[in-house]
């Protein structure tokens, strides 16, 4: 095992379990490590609890966010806010490598990319150089990618987010969306726009 998995696993490890959620507990409207769409001031806000790992979150990320970006949060009707679910090592690698820009524009691309390509990076032989392979699209140099990899302040940041999730909305499924905080895991469009529409 490398030194870098080593280290997922011992942060992994150290952060979990977690205690349930008390009534006085809430989630801040942005968190470190959150990707954000849209309006500050749209009057829907949803927030993405997603593994990069994870083939209904890779569906939605591809089939289902374009034309619901579309409809909803180009238009100021939703603010969406992404927040990674790391449950593995290969998560970690994905994720710590989609935060190597600090061009949050590139980064969406970069995730977007990390789902559209999802089996192709997990199954390789090589999944660091893989996922490389697509960091490198963004601008993402091999010394960065190296030096995203071995930032455990970040590393520690991502699986927090995780455990926040947990806490505070008793995640047991990904994806989970919360609308306007309430979970849920229905994530196909027209499940969503009746949601969104038409009330919870």
């Not at 790391?86 to 820009?101: G, I, N």
């Not at 999944?127 to 960091?135: D, K, Q, S």
């Not at 699986?159 to 926040?164: I, N, T």
């Amino acid at each position: 095992m490398t030194r870098f998995m080593l280290q997922v696993a011992t942060i992994l490890s150290i952060l979990v379990p977690v205690s349930v959620a008390s009534a006085t507990d809430a989630a801040p409207a942005v968190q470190s490590g959150d990707i954000v769409y849209g309006s500050v001031s749209a009057p829907v806000e949803i927030i993405e609890y997603a593994s990069l790992t994870c083939p209904h979150c890779a569906h939605f990320s591809t089939d289902v966010f374009p034309e619901f970006k579309k409809q909803y949060i180009d238009t100021g009707k939703v603010r969406f806010v992404f927040r990674n679910f790391v449950r593995d090592p290969y998560d970690m690698v994905a994720s710590l490598a989609s935060r190597c820009t600090g061009d949050v524009e590139a980064t969406k691309t970069m995730i977007a990319a990390l789902f559209a390509e999802q089996q192709q990076w997990i199954r390789s032989p090589n999944y660091y150089e893989a996922v490389f392979a697509i960091a490198a699209k963004s601008g993402v140099s091999k010394e960065a990618f190296a030096a995203c990899l071995d930032n455990e302040d970040l590393a520690k940041t991502l699986v927090m987010s995780k455990q926040d999730g947990i806490k505070l909305y008793k995640i047991e499924r990904i994806p989970t969306l919360v609308i306007n905080g309430v979970p849920t895991v229905k994530h196909e469009l027209e499940d969503l726009k009746q949601l969104i529409e038409g009330g919870q």
